[in-house]
Protein backbone atom coordinates (compact mmCIF):
# COMPACT_ATOMS: atom_id res chain seq x y z
CA UNK A 1 0.00 0.00 0.00
CA UNK A 2 0.95 3.50 -0.57
CA UNK A 3 1.52 6.61 2.19
CA UNK A 4 2.33 10.32 1.26
CA UNK A 5 3.45 12.23 3.58
CA UNK A 6 3.20 16.27 3.33
CA UNK A 7 5.63 18.00 5.23
CA UNK A 8 4.03 21.53 6.05
CA UNK A 9 0.41 21.40 7.17
CA UNK A 10 0.03 25.26 7.75
CA UNK A 11 1.97 27.86 5.71
CA UNK A 12 1.66 31.49 5.70
CA UNK A 13 2.97 33.68 3.15
CA UNK A 14 2.80 37.28 1.40
CA UNK A 15 1.84 37.96 -1.97
CA UNK A 16 5.03 37.34 -4.32
CA UNK A 17 6.68 35.20 -1.81
CA UNK A 18 7.95 31.85 -3.50
CA UNK A 19 6.52 28.61 -2.57
CA UNK A 20 7.76 25.29 -1.87
CA UNK A 21 5.44 22.43 -0.54
CA UNK A 22 7.07 19.02 0.08
CA UNK A 23 5.55 15.65 -0.93
CA UNK A 24 7.19 12.30 -0.29
CA UNK A 25 5.57 9.11 -0.98
CA UNK A 26 6.19 5.36 -0.08
CA UNK A 27 5.76 2.50 -2.44
CA UNK A 28 7.94 0.26 -3.92
CA UNK A 29 6.79 0.13 -7.54
CA UNK A 30 5.70 2.61 -10.26
CA UNK A 31 3.20 5.32 -9.20
CA UNK A 32 1.70 8.19 -10.72
CA UNK A 33 1.91 11.45 -9.00
CA UNK A 34 -0.95 14.41 -8.72
CA UNK A 35 -1.41 17.80 -7.09
CA UNK A 36 -4.59 18.83 -6.15
CA UNK A 37 -6.26 22.32 -5.16
CA UNK A 38 -9.48 22.82 -2.81
CA UNK A 39 -10.14 25.89 -2.75
CA UNK A 40 -12.57 27.34 0.20
CA UNK A 41 -15.54 25.31 0.13
CA UNK A 42 -15.18 23.98 -3.81
CA UNK A 43 -13.95 20.35 -5.14
CA UNK A 44 -10.62 19.12 -5.97
CA UNK A 45 -9.02 20.60 -9.00
CA UNK A 46 -5.84 18.95 -10.76
CA UNK A 47 -3.22 21.48 -10.39
CA UNK A 48 -0.45 19.38 -12.41
CA UNK A 49 -0.03 15.25 -12.93
CA UNK A 50 3.44 13.01 -13.66
CA UNK A 51 2.97 9.75 -15.22
CA UNK A 52 6.82 9.41 -17.20
CA UNK A 53 9.15 10.87 -19.04
CA UNK A 54 10.49 14.19 -17.82
CA UNK A 55 10.26 14.86 -14.28
CA UNK A 56 9.63 18.53 -14.03
CA UNK A 57 6.22 18.80 -14.68
CA UNK A 58 4.41 22.44 -15.13
CA UNK A 59 0.55 23.04 -14.41
CA UNK A 60 -2.24 25.64 -14.27
CA UNK A 61 -1.50 28.79 -12.52
CA UNK A 62 1.98 29.15 -12.86
CA UNK A 63 2.47 26.08 -10.82
CA UNK A 64 5.45 22.92 -11.00
CA UNK A 65 6.69 20.19 -9.13
CA UNK A 66 9.79 18.06 -9.70
CA UNK A 67 9.43 14.28 -9.24
CA UNK A 68 12.93 13.13 -8.03
CA UNK A 69 12.98 9.47 -8.03
CA UNK A 70 15.95 8.71 -5.64
CA UNK A 71 14.05 10.88 -2.86
CA UNK A 72 10.41 9.13 -3.07
CA UNK A 73 9.82 12.87 -3.62
CA UNK A 74 7.61 15.33 -5.60
CA UNK A 75 7.46 18.78 -4.62
CA UNK A 76 5.30 21.51 -6.01
CA UNK A 77 6.74 25.38 -6.61
CA UNK A 78 5.48 28.93 -7.25
CA UNK A 79 7.95 31.38 -8.03
CA UNK A 80 5.45 34.22 -7.01
CA UNK A 81 2.41 33.38 -5.37
CA UNK A 82 -0.71 35.31 -5.02
CA UNK A 83 -3.72 36.41 -2.72
CA UNK A 84 -5.99 33.89 -5.03
CA UNK A 85 -3.56 30.53 -4.11
CA UNK A 86 -5.25 30.83 -0.68
CA UNK A 87 -6.25 27.16 -0.55
CA UNK A 88 -5.56 23.78 0.65
CA UNK A 89 -3.29 21.41 -1.28
CA UNK A 90 -2.87 17.72 -1.57
CA UNK A 91 -0.65 15.28 -2.90
CA UNK A 92 -1.67 12.15 -4.62
CA UNK A 93 -0.53 8.74 -5.98
CA UNK A 94 -2.05 5.81 -6.99
CA UNK A 95 -0.12 2.69 -8.07
CA UNK A 96 0.38 2.57 -12.20
CA UNK A 97 -2.00 -0.18 -12.86
CA UNK A 98 -1.73 0.73 -17.30
CA UNK A 99 -5.49 1.09 -17.21
CA UNK A 100 -6.36 3.38 -14.63
CA UNK A 101 -8.95 2.47 -11.62
CA UNK A 102 -7.04 2.84 -8.38
CA UNK A 103 -7.91 5.08 -5.86
CA UNK A 104 -5.61 7.65 -5.39
CA UNK A 105 -4.18 7.83 -1.64
CA UNK A 106 -3.36 11.29 -0.40
CA UNK A 107 -1.74 13.22 2.10
CA UNK A 108 -2.93 15.31 4.85
CA UNK A 109 -2.77 18.34 2.94
CA UNK A 110 -1.27 21.74 3.67
CA UNK A 111 -3.59 24.80 4.45
CA UNK A 112 -1.61 27.85 2.36
CA UNK A 113 -2.54 31.30 3.64
CA UNK A 114 -1.57 34.07 1.39
CA UNK A 115 -1.62 37.52 2.68
CA UNK A 116 -1.91 40.34 0.86
CA UNK B 1 -16.21 21.32 -20.55
CA UNK B 2 -18.82 19.14 -19.26
CA UNK B 3 -17.43 17.76 -15.84
CA UNK B 4 -18.77 15.29 -12.80
CA UNK B 5 -22.24 15.71 -12.13
CA UNK B 6 -23.22 14.84 -8.46
CA UNK B 7 -26.41 14.54 -6.47
CA UNK B 8 -27.42 15.60 -4.48
CA UNK B 9 -25.54 18.42 -3.54
CA UNK B 10 -26.45 18.53 0.38
CA UNK B 11 -28.30 15.80 2.04
CA UNK B 12 -30.01 15.80 5.71
CA UNK B 13 -30.52 12.25 7.30
CA UNK B 14 -31.22 10.75 10.74
CA UNK B 15 -28.97 7.92 12.43
CA UNK B 16 -30.21 4.76 11.32
CA UNK B 17 -31.54 5.76 8.27
CA UNK B 18 -30.02 5.48 4.48
CA UNK B 19 -28.94 7.66 1.90
CA UNK B 20 -28.06 7.37 -1.40
CA UNK B 21 -25.84 9.35 -3.47
CA UNK B 22 -25.51 9.17 -7.45
CA UNK B 23 -22.76 10.16 -9.94
CA UNK B 24 -22.65 11.12 -13.75
CA UNK B 25 -18.80 10.94 -15.00
CA UNK B 26 -17.57 13.10 -17.51
CA UNK B 27 -18.69 11.87 -21.10
CA UNK B 28 -16.62 8.94 -22.81
CA UNK B 29 -15.22 8.56 -19.26
CA UNK B 30 -15.84 4.76 -18.00
CA UNK B 31 -14.02 4.83 -14.47
CA UNK B 32 -15.75 6.08 -11.42
CA UNK B 33 -14.20 6.41 -8.24
CA UNK B 34 -16.03 7.55 -4.62
CA UNK B 35 -13.65 9.12 -1.97
CA UNK B 36 -15.02 10.35 1.91
CA UNK B 37 -13.57 13.37 2.94
CA UNK B 38 -14.17 14.56 6.57
CA UNK B 39 -13.88 17.74 8.52
CA UNK B 40 -10.53 19.35 8.19
CA UNK B 41 -9.42 15.33 6.72
CA UNK B 42 -7.91 14.57 3.46
CA UNK B 43 -10.43 12.29 1.08
CA UNK B 44 -10.10 8.29 2.11
CA UNK B 45 -10.78 6.33 -1.41
CA UNK B 46 -13.71 4.34 -0.88
CA UNK B 47 -14.21 2.09 -4.31
CA UNK B 48 -14.02 2.34 -7.59
CA UNK B 49 -15.85 1.02 -10.67
CA UNK B 50 -14.54 0.46 -14.28
CA UNK B 51 -17.44 -0.88 -16.54
CA UNK B 52 -20.01 -1.98 -13.94
CA UNK B 53 -17.31 -4.14 -12.30
CA UNK B 54 -15.62 -3.52 -8.61
CA UNK B 55 -12.41 -2.15 -9.83
CA UNK B 56 -10.17 -1.16 -6.60
CA UNK B 57 -11.74 -1.19 -2.66
CA UNK B 58 -10.41 0.96 -0.12
CA UNK B 59 -11.52 1.82 3.08
CA UNK B 60 -15.48 1.88 2.31
CA UNK B 61 -18.06 0.39 5.33
CA UNK B 62 -19.56 -3.04 5.11
CA UNK B 63 -23.00 -0.77 5.60
CA UNK B 64 -21.92 0.97 2.19
CA UNK B 65 -22.30 -0.51 -1.33
CA UNK B 66 -21.80 0.82 -4.55
CA UNK B 67 -22.27 0.08 -8.11
CA UNK B 68 -22.07 1.65 -11.49
CA UNK B 69 -24.55 1.23 -14.71
CA UNK B 70 -25.16 0.68 -17.59
CA UNK B 71 -24.76 3.99 -18.74
CA UNK B 72 -21.59 4.46 -16.47
CA UNK B 73 -23.28 6.25 -13.80
CA UNK B 74 -22.71 5.23 -10.28
CA UNK B 75 -24.76 5.07 -7.16
CA UNK B 76 -23.52 5.10 -3.38
CA UNK B 77 -26.03 3.51 -1.10
CA UNK B 78 -25.48 3.94 2.56
CA UNK B 79 -27.40 2.47 5.26
CA UNK B 80 -27.99 2.64 9.06
CA UNK B 81 -26.26 5.84 8.97
CA UNK B 82 -23.78 7.36 11.99
CA UNK B 83 -22.71 10.68 13.44
CA UNK B 84 -19.71 9.56 11.94
CA UNK B 85 -20.31 9.55 8.38
CA UNK B 86 -20.85 13.11 8.01
CA UNK B 87 -18.68 14.06 5.46
CA UNK B 88 -18.45 15.27 1.60
CA UNK B 89 -18.38 12.48 -0.46
CA UNK B 90 -16.93 12.95 -4.05
CA UNK B 91 -17.24 11.10 -7.25
CA UNK B 92 -14.19 11.02 -10.18
CA UNK B 93 -14.07 9.64 -13.01
CA UNK B 94 -11.70 8.81 -15.58
CA UNK B 95 -11.16 7.69 -19.12
CA UNK B 96 -10.04 3.74 -18.77
CA UNK B 97 -6.56 3.39 -20.15
CA UNK B 98 -5.61 6.01 -22.02
CA UNK B 99 -5.68 8.87 -19.11
CA UNK B 100 -5.66 7.71 -15.45
CA UNK B 101 -5.85 11.24 -13.60
CA UNK B 102 -9.09 11.54 -11.99
CA UNK B 103 -11.49 14.17 -12.14
CA UNK B 104 -13.57 15.49 -9.30
CA UNK B 105 -17.06 16.19 -9.23
CA UNK B 106 -18.08 18.85 -6.47
CA UNK B 107 -18.96 17.15 -4.10
CA UNK B 108 -22.32 15.87 -1.85
CA UNK B 109 -22.01 17.01 1.72
CA UNK B 110 -23.91 14.32 3.73
CA UNK B 111 -25.06 15.46 7.51
CA UNK B 112 -26.27 12.79 10.06
CA UNK B 113 -28.29 14.24 13.00
Known amino acids: AQSVSQHNHHVILSEAASLELGCNYSYGGTVNLFWYVQYPGQHLQLLLKYFSGDPLVKGIKGFEAEFIKSKFSFNLRKPSVQWSDTAEYFC??????????????FGKGTHLIIQP | AAGVIQSPRHLIKEKRETATLKCYPIPRHDTVYWYQQGPGQDPQFLISFYEKMQSDKGSIPDRFSAQQFSDYHSELNMSSLELGDSALYFC????????????FGPGTRLLVL
Open chain 1, 92 to 105: AVNARSGGGADGLT
Open chain 2, 92 to 103: ASSPYGTDETQY
